[in-house]
């Protein structure tokens, strides 16, 4: 999935530590997303076998958020990748794992799976992050600021693409163009709970600045009716 979308598409987040609730999540909402998302909690409940069943549905976004020393990250990435047939189209590490990690990331995908490996993206500032929860930990600027600088690096260091909120995006494509993958959690549908998601917009909002893929979660796996939620988001997304 290092191709980019002709137009935003939507990804659900099947965040559950339940195989068979996510699974059927996943069946229901098939016809109405481009990817379906494995995160931490289904895959330390399930088991990295979960990953196959799912993508038996639509492609898998492995979202483990990899972030450790190179050596380390690049086993993770070749123990996600070892299963050709089960293998995620996108997985993440955090781009403040430095260029070392992500370099070692994206070497450890081409030598396992070669052509066919899996979109390397770095996650920039978590999206439940605000302006002072980042200064907690250190980094003074604001995340726009640090998103840039998580961004020139992970890019210079070969990652396909960039996790960020809606919020940034606008100032990542006057910055690095139509090329990186920017994928985008943090939405929130008009009238959704933010719950703890800090920098959110609306998907409409979001598609019109340049996202390529949405991820959205609760708005979807809350609803009566997830199908619906999700054919209702990808309708509004434009064409
Ligand atoms: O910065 C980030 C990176 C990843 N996520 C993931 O996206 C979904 C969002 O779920 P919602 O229920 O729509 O809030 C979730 O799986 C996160 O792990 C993120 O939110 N922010």
Redesign the pocket.
């Known amino acids: 999935m290092r191709q980019k979308p002709n137009a935003a598409g939507l990804i659900a987040?099947l965040?559950t530590p339940d195989a068979a609730r996510a699974e059927g999540w996943a069946a229901a909402v098939a016809p109405h997303v481009g990817l379906v998302?494995v995160?931490?909690e289904l895959f330390c409940a399930a088991g990295p076998g979960v990953v196959g069943r799912i993508a038996r549905h639509r492609p898998v976004f492995l979202?483990l958020?990899f972030h450790d020393i190179p050596n380390t990250v690049a086993g993770a990435v070749r123990s996600v990748c070892a299963d050709r047939a089960a293998a995620p189209a996108m997985l993440t590490l955090h781009g403040g794992g430095g260029a070392a990690m992500i370099e070692a990331a994206r070497r450890a995908a081409e030598d396992t799976l070669g052509a066919a490996r899996p979109a390397i993206l770095a996650?920039t500032?978590?999206?439940?992050f605000t302006a002072a929860a980042l200064a907690e930990t250190g980094v003074a600027g604001g995340p726009a600021q640090q998103v840039l600088r998580l961004a020139r690096l992970a890019l210079a260091a070969g990652a396909d693409g960039l996790?960020c909120?809606p919020q940034e995006v606008s100032r990542l494509r006057d910055a690095f163009g139509g090329a990186p993958l920017l994928v985008v959690?943090?939405?929130r549908p008009a009238g959704s709970a933010a719950?703890?998601?800090a920098r959110i917009a609306t998907p409409e909002e979001t598609a019109a600045m340049g996202a390529d893929w949405l991820?959205?979660?609760?708005?979807i796996?809350g609803a009566d009716d997830p199908a619906a939620a999700a054919a209702a988001i990808a309708a509004s997304l434009p064409r």
């Open positions: 987040a965040d998302k995160g931490l979202d958020k996650v500032v978590l999206t439940s996790v909120s959690p943090g939405i719950g703890d998601q991820v959205v979660g609760r708005p796996t």
